[in-house]
C-alpha cells in the first residue's frame, strides 16, 4: 500500500523559509513523478512543483520559481520541497503526490494524472 507522510509544516514569517519531506512507501518510486500542491481556503488545488524521480528533472510553477526548490534523497525514498522568501500568499495545506506521467510540461501541472496523495500539511505565513 502506497504511503505518503508530510512534515515540516509551520508558522514562519514572511520572508522566512521552511522545509516539506514527503516520506513515500509502499512501491517502487523510479518511474514516478512526485509533485506538490497546495490548497488555501476557498480556492482550488494548485500545482506548486515536481521532479522525475530516476532523472530528477524538475518543474515549478512559475508564482514559485527562484523561491523554491524540490529535491529527493533516494536512499531515503523521501522528496522535499525547500521554501524560501515566503510570503502571505504561500499560507495553505501542502500536499505530496506521485503519479506515473506519460508526458513532462503541461500534464505535469495537473492533479489528475497524481495517484497518490499525502495528507497534507499546513504552511501558514504571517505578515
Known amino acids: 500500500q502506497v504511503q505518503l507522510v508530510e512534515s515540516g509544516g509551520g508558522l514562519v514569517q514572511a520572508g522566512g523559509s521552511l522545509r516539506l519531506s514527503c516520506a513515500a512507501s509502499?512501491?517502487?518510486?523510479?518511474?514516478?513523478?512526485m509533485g506538490w500542491f497546495r490548497q488555501a481556503p476557498g480556492k482550488e488545488r494548485e500545482f506548486v512543483a515536481a521532479i522525475r524521480w530516476t532523472f530528477g528533472t524538475t518543474y515549478y510553477a512559475d508564482s514559485v520559481k527562484g523561491r523554491f526548490t524540490i529535491s529527493r534523497d533516494n536512499a531515503k525514498i523521501t522528496v522535499y520541497l525547500q521554501m524560501n522568501s515566503l510570503r502571505p500568499e504561500d499560507t495553505a495545506v501542502y500536499y505530496c503526490?506521485?503519479?506515473?506521467?506519460?508526458?513532462?510540461?503541461?500534464?505535469?501541472?495537473?492533479?489528475?494524472?497524481?495517484?497518490?496523495w499525502g495528507q497534507g500539511t499546513q504552511v501558514t505565513v504571517s505578515s
Open positions: 509502499g512501491r517502487t518510486f523510479s518511474s514516478y513523478t
Open positions: 503526490a506521485a503519479g506515473v506521467l506519460s508526458a513532462w510540461g503541461t500534464v505535469t501541472k495537473d492533479v489528475r494524472r497524481y495517484d497518490y
